[in-house]
């Protein structure tokens, strides 16, 4: 469950606790009183009781957590609870994200990006709000992704319009199916989206019966079948298709976001970035491929230090099914287990007491190329255990191709003097203002 627990208050929470590796909240609007880890390995560990049933995912059955059990729909994974349920269809959908799958998806995202990118810098000095341009570049490229094909501009600007009722109607208190409420309009766009994504569903069904392909991800997710011949139903691809909408989407173009203003912010750190998509595209060519992306350590780096200062999700909730211990603490059964994963990077015991680019506010891409940076740390951006994020390596491939193209080929000012609100991470005020102009070309770097 993602919950907006505000950065201070966590830090606040924390650096109450003395020498206490556990704290209790108290009773808080929405839930009631929590143990909250203070450290990484007990946020961990938390992740790590999930598949035996110990912890489970924190949708509360009443109360405004019930929204995203009724809007996703009860085969989402987000929203099932049993152990083995949850195996068995995350077994189902994981090779639809997995890297063999990536690499097929690969020319459409380069495509893609480089279609928003060149819409970009036609705007000229006009420019675009990057913020919003983004939203729309990751809507889009979802979208593509999962049906395997483009979409036509008008219907993706319909979708994306039912989307925004949608996740509207998650924090559209109180909860009364009535004509103009916020609810009521989120239930009616869950059900076209849901049209939509079961007539693909169909479509792909019958274009496997003839023995064509299907592309994207829903062609995966339909063709899927386990070793004792089980198939997804149309219900279940429906709600998962439903979840990769909304944790795919805010959640990457806030990030993207605040990377654009990071490299306005680091011009050392962007020559940097330009510099080894020099050397990739002299070791690899000009496409964007699966050898290609893993040769981007620099551009990894840069989305990971984004990540590490400003992670999207800053703090998820599990509740302890039963009894359990943490850290020498007893955790009753029914208690909300908060994970802080803001602070918890924040407060990274490898940079804590860093000082210079190593501080822990800092901005320095670098600190991930070391061999500590290359560990996880307290890091946990996609979650962990049994619920780590299902499509982490393809928005990692999606954030990493769009720092590739635009290293490549855009330079670009961003106004960067605003406000950072919080929403779903932080966002600027301004909506980042971003202008792009075509980047003159430069000689490969020597390999």
Request: proline share 6%.
């Given at each position: 469950?993602?919950?907006?627990?505000?950065a201070q208050?966590?830090?606040?929470?924390?650096?109450?606790?003395?020498e206490?590796?556990?704290?209790?909240?108290?009773?808080?609007?929405?839930?009631?009183s929590?143990?909250?880890?203070?450290t990484?390995?007990?946020?961990?560990?938390?992740?790590?009781?999930?598949?035996?049933?110990?912890?489970?995912q924190?949708?509360?059955?009443k109360?405004?957590?019930r929204?995203f059990g009724?809007?996703l729909?009860?085969?989402?994974?987000?929203?099932?609870?049993?152990?083995?349920r949850?195996?068995?269809?995350?077994?189902?959908?994981?090779?639809?994200?997995?890297?063999?799958?990536?690499?097929?998806?690969?020319?459409?995202?380069?495509?893609?990006?480089?279609?928003?990118l060149?819409?970009?810098q036609?705007?000229?000095?006009?420019?675009?709000?990057?913020?919003g341009?983004?939203?729309?570049?990751?809507?889009?490229?979802?979208?593509?992704?999962?049906m395997?094909?483009?979409?036509?501009?008008?219907?993706?600007?319909?979708?994306?319009?039912?989307?925004?009722?949608?996740?509207?109607g998650?924090?559209?208190?109180p909860?009364?199916?009535?004509?103009?409420?916020?609810?009521?309009?989120?239930?009616?766009a869950?059900?076209?989206?849901?049209?939509f994504?079961?007539?693909?569903c169909?479509?792909?069904?019958?274009?496997?019966?003839?023995?064509?392909?299907?592309p994207g991800?829903?062609?995966r997710?339909?063709?899927?079948?386990?070793?004792?011949?089980?198939?997804l139903?149309?219900?279940e691809?429906t709600?998962?298709?439903?979840?990769?909408?909304?944790?795919?989407?805010d959640?990457?173009?806030?990030?993207?976001t605040?990377?654009?203003?990071n490299?306005?912010?680091?011009?050392?750190?962007?020559?940097?970035?330009?510099q080894?998509?020099?050397?990739?595209v002299?070791?690899?060519?000009?496409?964007?491929?699966?050898d290609?992306?893993?040769?981007?350590?620099?551009?990894?780096?840069v989305?990971?230090?984004?990540?590490?200062?400003?992670?999207?999700?800053?703090a998820?909730i599990r509740v302890a099914?039963?009894?359990?211990?943490?850290?020498?603490?007893?955790v009753?059964?029914?208690t909300?287990v908060?994970l802080?994963?803001r602070?918890?990077?924040?407060?990274?015991?490898?940079?804590?007491?860093?000082?210079g680019?190593?501080?822990?506010?800092?901005?320095?891409?670098?600190?991930?190329?070391?061999?500590?940076g290359?560990?996880?740390?307290?890091?946990?951006?996609?979650g962990?255990?049994?619920?780590?994020?299902?499509?982490?390596a393809l928005?990692?491939?999606e954030?990493?191709?769009?720092?590739a193209?635009?290293?490549?080929q855009y330079?670009?000012q961003?106004d960067?003097?605003?406000?950072?609100?919080?929403?779903?991470?932080?966002?600027?005020a301004?909506?980042?203002p971003?202008?792009?102009s075509?980047?003159q070309q430069?000689?490969p770097?020597?390999?």
């Amino acid at each position: 469950m993602l919950v907006f627990a505000p950065a201070q208050y966590q830090a606040q929470v924390l650096r109450d606790r003395g020498e206490h590796t556990i704290v209790q909240g108290r009773r808080q609007p929405g839930f009631n009183s929590f143990f909250m880890p203070a450290t990484g390995e007990l946020a961990k560990a938390v992740f790590a009781e999930e598949p035996g049933g110990t912890i489970t995912q924190g949708l509360a059955e009443k109360g405004g957590f019930r929204a995203f059990g009724t809007l996703l729909g009860e085969d989402s994974l987000l929203v099932v609870k049993d152990p083995a349920r949850h195996a068995y269809l995350r077994a189902l959908l994981q090779p639809a994200f997995g890297p063999d799958a990536i690499a097929s998806y690969l020319p459409d995202i380069e495509a893609l990006v480089s279609r928003h990118l060149a819409s970009w810098q036609a705007s000229g000095q006009a420019g675009v709000k990057a913020y919003g341009a983004l939203k729309m570049l990751t809507f889009d490229f979802i979208l593509q992704i999962v049906m395997g094909r483009s979409i036509p501009e008008q219907q993706l600007q319909h979708l994306g319009g039912l989307f925004s009722s949608l996740t509207a109607g998650l924090v559209a208190w109180p909860y009364i199916d009535i004509p103009f409420t916020p609810w009521h309009k989120a239930l009616a766009a869950r059900g076209e989206l849901c049209g939509f994504f079961l007539a693909g569903c169909a479509q792909a069904r019958e274009a496997l019966a003839a023995g064509q392909a299907v592309p994207g991800i829903l062609g995966r997710l339909v063709a899927a079948v386990d070793e004792q011949g089980n198939r997804l139903t149309d219900q279940e691809i429906t709600h998962n298709l439903l979840l990769v909408l909304l944790a795919g989407h805010d959640t990457s173009s806030t990030t993207l976001t605040r990377a654009l203003a990071n490299l306005q912010d680091h011009p050392r750190v962007l020559q940097r970035l330009r510099q080894e998509q020099q050397q990739v595209v002299a070791r690899h060519g000009g496409r964007i491929s699966s050898d290609a992306l893993k040769d981007m350590r620099y551009a990894d780096a840069v989305v990971r230090e984004t990540l590490r200062r400003d992670p999207v999700v800053g703090a998820v909730i599990r509740v302890a099914t039963r009894d359990f211990e943490l850290g020498g603490y007893g955790v009753p059964a029914g208690t909300n287990v908060l994970l802080p994963l803001r602070t918890l990077a924040e407060t990274d015991p490898r940079w804590l007491h860093s000082t210079g680019d190593m501080a822990p506010a800092a901005f320095n891409p670098d600190r991930m190329m070391t061999p500590e940076g290359a560990k996880p740390g307290q890091l946990m951006p996609f979650g962990g255990g049994a619920r780590y994020c299902l499509g982490a390596a393809l928005a990692m491939a999606e954030m990493k191709t769009f720092l590739a193209l635009l290293a490549r080929q855009y330079a670009f000012q961003a106004d960067t003097a605003t406000e950072w609100k919080p929403a779903l991470g932080y966002y600027p005020a301004n909506g980042l203002p971003l202008v792009l102009s075509q980047l003159q070309q430069q000689q490969p770097a020597a390999v």
